[in-house]
Structures are given as C-alpha cells and as structure tokens.
C-alpha cells in the first residue's frame, strides 16, 4: 500500500514538473524522423499478463521488434536524437503513464519483451513475475544492457528478497547517479 501511494504521488508530481520537457522531445522526436513520437510495446508484467508500454521513439519505424541486443547492428536503426534520448534514459519518460495505471512501480525488474521466453520463464522460476516490474531496478544499477540474462534474474530475485521503501530510495538514487554519469548503456 505504501509502495503504490509513493508510485503514484512521485508519478503525479514528476508529470506536472516534466510537462514541458516531454512536449519538446515529443516535437523533437517528429521533427527528426518519420513516424508518431511514441512507440508502444507489448511487455510482459506482474502475473506474465501483457500491458502495453510506451516510450519515446528512438529507433526507426522499420526495427524488428526484438531487444535491441539481438539486433545485427542496432546503431543503424537509430534515428538522429534517439541515441541521445537512450544514454539519458529520456525515452523512458512516457512510462509515467503505465506507473499512474498501476501496470508498473517506480522500482522492479524492468518489464520483459513479450517475446524474450528465457527472460519470461527465469523470471518465472524464481517467481519475480509476481511483482510489478519498474522504471528502474536492482538489475538496471548494477549493469543494466550490459548484463547477461542470467545475472539480471539473480539480480532481480535478490530485489524480490529485500524490497522495502528504503531499499527503493536508494535504488532511485543508484538510477540518478548512473543516469547522469550514463554508466551501462549499451546502445
């Protein structure tokens, strides 16, 4: 219960301050590519149910819905602001909307694509699937892309064990300081 108060007080007041910046980057993404500013996936979430999770555009219409690490050459699908956008996580920013819907928390595993099945059933075993996944996680501090499949669900299990609000502060706080040195982004 207080987890869900803080998601959705924290939600509430980082939509009013963000406002303005997710209209710019909104007009930035459009006026630099080809295509609608948001790009919608299907993620999997608490329970393995599929919600659909929006973030800013910053690959090509064309780009095969896969993780980006299994891409030949993901650089290539990149539109012009979209590297930017990743290295500073602001192409996370719409997914304030799926906090306030309760799909997803501040903190917890970040949500699998609906198609990567190792993810989905090792989450599975080691039932991290029966927390909501989060903006950002115990996983995404310590690697993020840079972390084997393996290591992110022992991570993740490990975040099911001790979450607490406290536990939560500080992983928000562990997300500021990798954002700002953008430490782990792979692409």
Do not use: C
Request: aromatic share 8%; glycine share 6%.
């Amino acid at each position: 219960m207080a987890k869900r108060s803080f998601d959705v007080l924290l939600s509430i007041l980082a939509a009013l301050v963000l406002v303005l910046p997710v209209v710019v980057i909104a007009l930035l993404v459009r006026l630099t590519s080809p295509g609608p500013a948001l790009y919608w996936s299907d993620r999997v979430g608490k329970g393995n149910r599929v919600f659909r999770m929006p973030k800013f555009r910053s690959m090509r219409v064309d780009t095969p819905a896969v993780a980006t690490h299994l891409l030949q050459n993901p650089d290539t699908y990149l539109t012009p602001i979209g590297s930017f956008l990743r290295r500073s996580s602001l192409d996370e920013l719409p997914q304030l909307w799926n906090i306030l819907n309760g799909e997803m928390s501040f903190v917890g595993p970040r949500p699998a694509l609906f198609n990567q099945d190792d993810l989905i059933a090792l989450r599975t075993k080691y039932a991290v699937h029966e927390i909501l996944p989060g903006l950002t996680g115990w996983a995404q501090v310590n690697g993020r892309d840079e972390l084997p499949i393996p290591e992110k669900v022992r991570l993740d299990a490990e975040y099911l064990r001790r979450q607490s609000l406290v536990f939560d502060l500080y992983i928000l706080w562990l997300t500021v300081v990798k954002v700002v040195r953008r430490d782990g982004v792979a692409h």
